[in-house]
């Protein structure tokens, strides 16, 4: 019996109209692998991750997440497979209606019973790694700069400590040393 | 001119295209509704932006339209401009058509445009993406909670709309046309029928419905960037406003 991955994709075929945009991928990654994909703008790096992410559904093919074939499975299993996952958008793509502290702590709080103050607190502690400072926290996504939503956003991916994370260009509109030292 | 019966036409195709989707999707919203988690804060903030902040548009109309119903009564059928007539043209034209439709047509403008762009804006900038892939439904999130503030507001703006407007015509009734006030109100509590009332809130309770349906439709279908928001607010309140002059008269031939 080969070895189980955490993400296995097979065949993964995407076109939009007769625009083939994904052919055929192949990817094997395990757990504490990580990842980097590069290729020229357009060449289809958001696309994959989107499917990766479950929101776009692929022409042909198959992803298993911890042995979930979100493709080819009905909607409770692929939620409780994509629980797991952090992602960012290329665009940060935070909620514009809520304050930076509400967005990073979105997921958390949309239960009940977590209250304001542990969850200010858990987006505090996140972002000072993220070299952010904490007077951003009751800002809205808008009055940050591009960079920051950024960090924001990462910051809203790892809140609840994913096991798996996607990032679409994290680094881009930062500065080479923010980037780095991120 | 051609033109314009070309977007005319456009419209109206894409309109019945469509329709059959915006079905499947009031049926999606609605079953969501019963599935847990509901979002509370997300229902209270919709229903007092509806309810609360429509309240005056949504009482001005229905005041005006009250008192020139009373004047237009009162020039229009010389031989019947007794307060019996008045009152009851008043209060069964509010309760029927006029507090229903008004209110109906001012929150499309208001929140229906709203709630088309928010969630087009959404759309189009990954929000709602971003959404699901926070394990939260969009559908649950963001249309139920909208679908059911509406489904409460308009009747309930409908209800105060109904008695500001009666009102009006009992102001013009009584300090323009010298009728005499106690009589107007014997009468209209006389005329007062609770079969008319309930056509007027099941109206209200359908144009609920087609405005945060509609709206939330094309909002959630919207592509494309700023004109994206642009085309989906623009249709949705269009489409919204239509069905709801169109609904309200199939609604009445059930009651005749
Ligand atoms: N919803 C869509 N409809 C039609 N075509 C699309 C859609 N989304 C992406 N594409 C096409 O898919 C191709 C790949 O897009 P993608 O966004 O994945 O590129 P990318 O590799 O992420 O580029 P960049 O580095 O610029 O972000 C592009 O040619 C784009 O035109
Ligand atoms: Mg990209």
């Known amino acids: 019996m080969k070895t189980k991955n955490l993400i296995d994709v097979k065949n993964l075929s995407v076109s939009f109209g007769n625009n083939i945009i994904l052919n055929k991928i192949n990817l094997h990654l395990s757990k504490k692998e990580s990842l980097v994909i590069i290729g020229k703008s357009g060449s289809g790096k958001s696309v994959l991750l989107k499917c990766l992410m479950g929101i776009l559904k692929p022409n042909l093919g198959s992803i298993k997440i911890d042995g979930v074939d979100i493709v080819n499975t009905n909607r409770t299993d692929k939620e409780n497979a994509l629980k797991n996952i952090g992602v960012t958008f290329q665009n940060g793509a935070l909620f514009d209606s809520l304050t930076v502290w509400e967005n990073i702590t979105f997921k958390e709080t949309r239960f009940f019973g977590f209250d304001k103050k542990a969850a200010k607190e858990k987006a505090l502690s996140i972002i000072q790694n993220l070299e952010l400072d904490k007077n951003i926290l009751e800002l809205y996504p808008s009055e940050l700069s591009g960079g920051m939503q950024k960090r924001v956003a990462i910051a809203r991916a790892i809140c609840d400590q994913p096991q798996v994370l996607f990032f679409d260009e994290p680094t881009s509109g930062l500065d080479p040393i923010t980037g780095k030292n991120n | ?256």
């Open chain 2, 1 to 256: 001119m051609i033109k314009i019966f070309n977007l005319i036409g456009k419209l109206s195709l894409s309109t019945f295209e469509n329709l059959g989707k915006i079905t499947l999707f009031f049926f999606m919203s609605f079953f969501w509704l019963f599935k847990k988690p509901f979002y509370f804060k997300q229902f209270l903030s919709q229903f007092l932006d509806i309810a609360f902040y429509s309240l005056p548009v949504v009482g001005l109309t229905t005041f005006f339209s009250g008192m020139v119903l009373a004047l237009q009564t009162f020039s229009g059928f010389d031989n019947f401009n007794d307060e019996g007539t008045i009152s009851k043209i008043v209060l069964t034209s509010i309760l029927r058509e006029l507090g229903p439709v008004l209110a109906g047509l001012m929150v499309c403008g208001r929140v229906g445009a709203k709630m088309a762009a928010e969630i087009a804006t959404m759309r189009v900038s990954n929000q709602i993406d971003a959404l699901e892939t926070l394990s939260t439904r969009p559908m649950q999130f963001l249309i139920s909670t909208r679908l059911l503030a509406s489904i409460i507001a308009v009747p309930f703006l409908v209800l105060v709309g109904n008695i500001i407007g009666v009102f009006g015509g009992f102001i013009v009734a009584t300090f323009k046309l010298d009728l005499n006030p106690i009589l107007y109100m014997i009468s209209t509590i006389d005329n007062f029928n609770s079969i008319d009332l309930i056509q007027g809130l099941i109206k209200a309770l359908v144009f609920g419905i087609i405005i945060s349906i509609i709206s939330c439709y094309f909002g959630f279908n919207a592509s494309g960037g700023a004109e994206g928001v642009g085309r989906a607010t623009t249709i949705s309140v269009v489409t919204a406003s239509t069905l709801i002059l169109t609904s309200t008269y199939f609604i009445t031939a059930l009651f005749i």
